[in-house]
């Protein structure tokens, strides 16, 4: 594996930062020189944390409890705050890894800095800062809605990590959701989160959905022999709203014990939502709003 790689994308605008399986998006918005300064400070900081995270990695894959570990990596830190609340459902640490390192390029990135506003964007786990009266465009992907599927969040939402989970997507999942998104406090713990609400969305045993083990797949993953989605039938709209539902229930329960402030889950075209954040349907402002971040 070749080390940490730091390039501007074609545009000129955002920093990538590639190191292994991490793969960051970064933009800054603000003063010349203020941007200057964090796009250097992430981009140092980006140097060591694969490596801080890979010499911790066995006990990163074990079984979160209730009682928080101490790591020496900032960023498995991160990981194990995010997911010990969450326990004695099954988790490791391993669930918040996209999320917590977008956190820890994000507290390096604004250190000392003003800026107007900014994301870390890895894979679709997503740390945001915003400055009082700015706001941020998202596009929510895998779920079969295409633009329709946007939210946007202003500064004085209590949110600053988006997180998206499902078995389409990069990561194993234990359930049948196209889409689970969360937003919360931080992209760990909403990564977290994604990860749990979309397990549960969910037909156990239904014979149109292909499963195999885990370490089938990857004889390292933290799943074990657990098994994982690979594919999905057809369902019929009872049963879709049946799954739904199951996720549903998960969210709302995330969402009134504090560990998360909205979610949405996504299935055979279908959705359903928690929280006061609702997904918005493109206007001419937000159209614009995308198109310039």
């Known amino acids: 594996m070749i080390g940490p790689q730091v ?8 920093l990538h930062l590639n190191h ?3 793969d960051l998006i970064v933009e800054v918005f603000g003063a010349r020189e203020e941007k200057r300064h964090a796009y250097a400070q992430a981009a140092d900081r980006f140097q060591t944390i694969l490596t801080e995270l890979v010499c911790e990695l066995p006990e990163l894959r074990r079984r979160a409890d209730a009682t928080p570990r101490k790591f020496e990596s900032p960023t498995a830190n991160r990981m194990e705050r995010a997911v010990y609340r969450h326990a004695p459902a099954f988790i490791t640490p391993m669930a918040a890894v996209a999320g917590s390192v977008a956190d820890e390029i994000m507290a390096a990135l604004i250190d000392g800095r003003t800026l107007d506003k ?7 786990d997503i740390a945001l800062h915003l400055a009082p009266g700015q706001s941020m465009a998202a596009a929510i992907a895998g779920t079969g809605h295409g633009l329709a599927d946007r939210l946007v969040i202003d500064a004085a939402d209590p949110v600053r990590g988006i997180a998206t989970s499902g078995w389409r997507g990069r990561s194993f999942s234990l359930g049948i959701a196209d889409a689970a998104t969360v937003l919360a406090r931080n992209a760990a713990e909403a990564d977290a989160a994604a990860t749990l609400i979309a397990n549960a969305v ?13 370490n089938s797949l990857a004889p390292d993953s933290d799943l074990g022999e657990r098994l994982v989605t690979q594919n999905v039938g057809a369902l019929s709209p009872a049963e879709v709203a049946e799954a739904l539902e199951r996720g549903r229930a998960v969210a709302e329960d995330f969402r009134r014990r504090g560990m ?3 979610a949405a889950v996504f299935l055979a075209g279908e959705n359903r939502s928690v929280g006061s954040i609702a997904l918005r349907a493109p206007t001419e402002e937000l159209t614009r709003m995308l198109a310039d971040a």
């Open 260 to 262: 998360i402030e909205a």
């Open 20 to 22: 292994g399986p991490i």
């Open 202 to 214: 969910d037909l156990p045993d239904h014979p149109a959905v292909t499963r195999v083990p885990a």
């Open 118 to 124: 900014a994301y870390v964007n890895n894979g679709g």
């Open 7 to 14: 390039a501007w994308l074609p545009d000129g605008r955002r």
